[in-house]
Nanobody, 127 residues
Framework: QVHLVESGGGSVQAGGSLRLSCAAS????????MAWFRQAPGKKREFVTA????????YYTDFAEGRFTISRDNARNTVYLQMNSLKPEDTAIYYC????????????????????WGQGTQVTVSS
């Protein structure tokens, strides 16, 4: 059984930074993808970024490219999301999720394909 726990959310002013963490436990993650999604009030859950645990390749959606960085620490089984230059529109609950690796970016962005999720952590960016 996979268990994901996010932390690091909070409130920050526009232009500030936050680093989210996702601590994973359970079976080996070497053949899985770790991703971050977010969901703002009244909106659908949307893909932010993902990292392939096996080779470290990373994938970003357009709004995250250049501002957000995903990384993993194999020894700690932890994935991080460094968010810089935050904007009020980044306000959302951020979720960590994992699925089996299939090396298809078109699948990475689909939340319905992820089988394990964390409880989420709130990020609030004020103007």
């Amino acid at each position: 059984q996979v268990h994901l726990v996010e932390s690091g959310g909070g409130s920050v002013q526009a232009g500030g930074s936050l680093r989210l963490s996702c601590a994973a436990s359970g079976p080996p993650f070497s053949s899985r993808v770790m991703a971050w999604f977010r969901q703002a009030p009244g909106k659908k859950r949307e893909f932010v970024t993902a990292v392939s645990w096996s080779d470290g390749n990373t994938y970003y959606t357009d709004f995250a490219e250049g501002r957000f960085t995903i990384s993993r620490d194999n020894a700690r089984n932890t994935v991080y999301l460094q968010m810089n230059s935050l904007k009020p529109e980044d306000t959302a609950i951020y979720y960590c999720a994992t699925k089996d690796e299939d090396y298809r970016y078109s699948d990475y962005v689909r939340p319905e394909l992820y089988d394990y999720w964390g409880q989420g952590t709130q990020v609030t960016v004020s103007s």
